[in-house]
């Protein structure tokens, strides 16, 4: 691996480690062998890096997926959403989970960072949207990522939230999905 490389990988240590906040540059150079200087030439500031590993450790969740058989349920049917909630859950129970740090990125109030972070937002909601409705990713259009997309990552926010509180009584995919199924219920009945 290159300079660029180690600096990501000794950052993505550092955030499931100390934290947005409490990493310094100083910490990710230790973590990843480097030198302070690597960090402004690769990536401009060590906020801009922390912004991209944390991308990349969101990223990395997608391996929650692919272990196993593959979603149970035709695409958008509530089997399917019962079955990737559930997985989203099972990761949130992890120690060191990238869902906690999650709770810490959100009020980051770093006006460059936000801005990638906004951006990376909207394919996280387009990857949910291609998961639970048995797509790939790039047919998912942009009006389905910005409205279905965005129900998503409000639904995992808030499941993050809860996690982070309370793990004890957060939901897990069966709760999530009886949920769905009274809204729907209701909906329907009016």
Same mark, same amino acid.
């Given at each position: 691996m290159g300079h660029r490389e180690d600096l990501l990988e000794g950052a993505k240590s550092c955030l499931l480690e100390k934290g947005f906040a409490r990493t310094t540059a100083r910490d990710i150079v230790k973590a990843s062998g480097t030198n302070l200087a690597s960090i402004g030439y690769h990536y401009g500031?060590?906020?801009a890096l922390l912004a991209q590993a944390y991308v990349a450790l969101v990223e990395g969740m997608s391996g929650a997926f692919? %272990?196993?058989?593959?979603p149970e349920g035709a695409p958008g049917s509530l089997e399917r959403f019962r079955w990737v /909630?559930?997985?989203?859950?099972?990761t949130m129970r992890e120690p060191g989970s990238v869902w906690r740090l999650s709770m810490e990125v959100m009020t980051i109030e770093l006006p460059g960072v936000r801005a990638h972070l906004a951006a990376a937002q909207r394919e996280g909601g387009?990857?949910?949207?291609?998961?639970?409705?048995?797509?790939?990713?790039e047919e998912v259009s942009d009006e389905a %990522?910005?409205?279905?997309g965005r129900f998503y990552l409000t639904l995992m926010t808030g499941l993050i939230?809860? /996690?982070?509180f309370d793990p004890e009584t957060a939901p897990d995919g069966e709760a999530l999905t009886e949920g769905l199924r009274q809204v729907v219920e209701a909906a329907r009945e009016n």
């Open positions: 500031s060590k906020d692919d %272990a196993g058989a593959g /909630w559930s997985r989203i859950a099972d387009r990857g949910l949207v291609a998961l639970l409705m048995g797509m790939p990713e %990522a910005d409205t279905l939230a809860q /996690w982070t």
